[in-house]
């Protein structure tokens, strides 16, 4: 994987490790290659199916930013909110993210007992800091995708059916210990690593840190908009050196590990590399001649031009005429249909485009969002035009200032146009208590029958179900309400 060529760092060159995993908690760990060969793991999770696409698919896809596309039924349950508990992509996500968190869980188990003199107690913390940010990061996904989840927080054995069966904790407790493990980060992990941006980018900083508490804050059902703030201006002032650069060069395929990237998965192509391009991209691109996947919608293309968003919309969507049947677009051979275009090259199921796990962009407009919700209007104004004015856009029109719920709406808005295929929005929308309504009010017209499709979407249906293997394996888990 193409974390474990990347995680090194200044003095001690592990570009050779690969990832411990028979190594478990009956494993004592002696060397200081084991433990950050153990951190290679947890950090490899980052290339697991949920982070490739599957976090599009149900941030993305089950909004209003794009249709299902392709052909697979599953994905069909998620883009028309019909997702039901067997659906085998909640059972997937749901182990692989927990099995991300046995890894790091296994770090900061093992970090504090390794005497090998080769690992300095600076290098220690930082090891420590890094896990708790990756169980933190883990968490956050967990908590958003499905309410309150079990807590698991040291080494278990698989076998043992008492350390298995674990209930839920509650979305407060949840989001307690992200908290927690984050605070533990920011006071352990350096703001760089160093001078090379590969290794700066790869890795946890306190500027990530600092960065996912800020979003953990806003989430939580009851927003802290001052400690949002707070570790924004921690993110702001952090000599990493944060900047909002060209938009088109974020996702034009040449310009990753860049000063506004936060952290990003460091795929290299190849061997490797990402599978996801090559399931979005259209055929003059990725070769192939079937339906590809998240296709954008009607309401983003109108979005988009109706900001006269050019140059986020050209970068974000690539018109091209093919020869299968879009429902949506056309409905017939030989339509313009839309692609997802945010990767720029497939490369035969391997290719070097990268998604942004944390960037700068995302966190300049919830600092308006914060500042917003403090009632500072103006304020909150001035950075969304930050946004706005490095893609040609004029400032935000004055109405934007009227209320907080305009300022908010502006927000909300703007983050759409800014963040789309980048598995945002159905928490966007959440986190603003808007996906009900946005989802109902659409008129996606499914040109089979000229009607709109109806999306029924219900308070219920914003978390995800608990997955029904899931459910079957622990006796404790209790199901979120029926979607």
Same mark, same amino acid.
């Given at each position: 994987m193409a974390? $474990?060529?990347?995680?090194?760092?200044?003095?001690?060159?592990?570009?050779? !490790?690969?990832?411990?995993?028979?190594?478990?908690?009956?494993?004592? *760990?002696? +060397? !200081? =290659?084991?433990?950050?060969?153990?951190?290679?793991?947890?950090?490899?999770?980052?290339?697991?199916e949920y982070h490739v696409w599957d976090n599009v698919l149900f941030q993305d896809v089950r909004s209003d930013n794009h249709y299902a596309g392709g052909d697979n039924p599953e994905v069909f349950q998620i883009d028309l909110l019909t997702i039901s508990a067997t659906n085998s992509r909640l059972f997937r996500n749901w182990s692989d993210i927990y099995n991300a968190i046995a890894k790091a869980n296994v770090v900061m188990d093992r970090a504090p007992q390794v005497t090998d003199p080769l690992l300095t107690e600076e290098r220690r913390m930082q090891i420590i800091g890094e896990a708790h940010f990756l169980r933190a990061w883990n968490y956050y996904v967990l908590v958003n995708?499905?309410?309150?989840?079990?807590?698991?927080?040291?080494?278990?054995? =698989?076998?043992?059916?008492?350390?298995?069966?674990?209930? %839920?904790?509650?979305?407060e407790e949840v989001y307690a210990q992200i908290q927690t493990d984050l605070d533990v980060a920011i006071a352990n992990l350096p703001d760089t690593y160093g001078g090379n941006a590969s290794v700066n980018k790869a890795r946890a900083t306190a500027g990530a840190a600092n960065a996912l508490a800020a979003k953990a804050a806003l989430q939580h059902p009851s927003p802290d908009y001052n400690a949002a703030l707070s570790f924004i201006a921690a993110v702001e002032s952090s000599s990493a050196n944060y900047q909002l650069i060209d938009y088109t060069a974020l996702f034009d395929g040449n310009n990753y590990n860049n000063a506004e990237s936060i952290l990003e998965v460091q795929y290299l192509g190849g061997n490797e590399g990402n599978f996801g391009p090559q399931l979005l991209?259209?055929?003059?691109?990725?070769?192939?001649?079937?339906?590809?996947?998240?296709?954008?919608?009607?309401?983003?293309?109108?979005? *988009?031009?109706?900001?006269?968003?050019?140059? +986020?919309?050209?970068?974000?969507?690539?018109?091209?005429?093919?020869?299968?049947?879009?429902?949506?677009?056309g409905n017939a051979p030989g339509s313009d249909v839309p692609f997802a275009y945010k990767w720029k090259s497939a490369d035969s199921w391997a290719s070097s485009n990268r998604p942004?796990?944390?960037? *700068?962009?995302?966190?300049?407009?919830?600092?308006?969002?914060? $500042?917003?919700?403090?009632?500072?209007?103006?304020?909150?104004?001035?950075?969304?035009? %930050?946004?706005?004015s490095r893609v040609n856009l004029p400032d935000l029109i004055n109405a934007a200032y009227d209320s907080q719920a305009?300022? #908010?709406?502006?927000?909300?808005?703007? +983050?759409?146009?800014?963040?789309?295929?980048?598995?945002? +929005?159905?928490?966007?929308?959440?986190?603003?208590? #808007?996906?009900?309504?946005? #989802?109902?009010?659409?008129?996606?017209?499914? %040109?089979?029958?000229?009607?709109?499709?109806?999306?029924? #979407?219900?308070?219920?249906?914003? !978390?995800?179900?608990?997955?029904q293997e899931e459910m079957g394996r622990n006796a404790?888990?209790?199901?979120n309400p029926a979607n």
């Open positions: 974390v $474990l060529a990347l995680l090194s760092f200044s003095c001690n060159d592990f570009l050779d !490790l690969s990832p411990i995993s028979e190594e478990t908690e009956d494993v004592a *760990y002696e +060397r !200081l =290659s084991q433990l950050e060969a153990a951190l290679t793991g947890a950090y490899e999770s980052f290339q697991n995708k499905w309410g309150g989840v079990p807590l698991i927080l040291e080494p278990v054995n =698989s076998a043992d059916t008492e350390s298995t069966n674990i209930p %839920r904790s509650s979305v991209l259209p055929p003059s691109i990725s070769g192939d001649t079937w339906r590809k996947f998240v296709t954008p919608s009607t309401d983003l293309v109108n979005a *988009y031009n109706s900001e006269n968003d050019a140059i +986020r919309r050209d970068a974000t969507i690539l018109f091209e005429r093919v020869n299968w049947v879009d429902e949506y677009w942004y796990i944390l960037r *700068y962009g995302d966190i300049v407009l919830l600092k308006a969002e914060a $500042l917003a919700g403090l009632g500072r209007l103006a304020d909150g104004g001035a950075e969304v035009n %930050r946004i706005r305009a300022m #908010m709406d502006a927000i909300l808005n703007e +983050r759409r146009l800014e963040l789309a295929q980048e598995a945002q +929005r159905w928490d966007d929308l959440v986190r603003h208590g #808007m996906v009900v309504p946005v #989802m109902n009010s659409l008129s996606e017209i499914d %040109r089979r029958t000229g009607q709109p499709t109806n999306y029924n #979407m219900t308070e219920a249906k914003i !978390l995800l179900p608990i997955p404790s888990l209790t199901p």
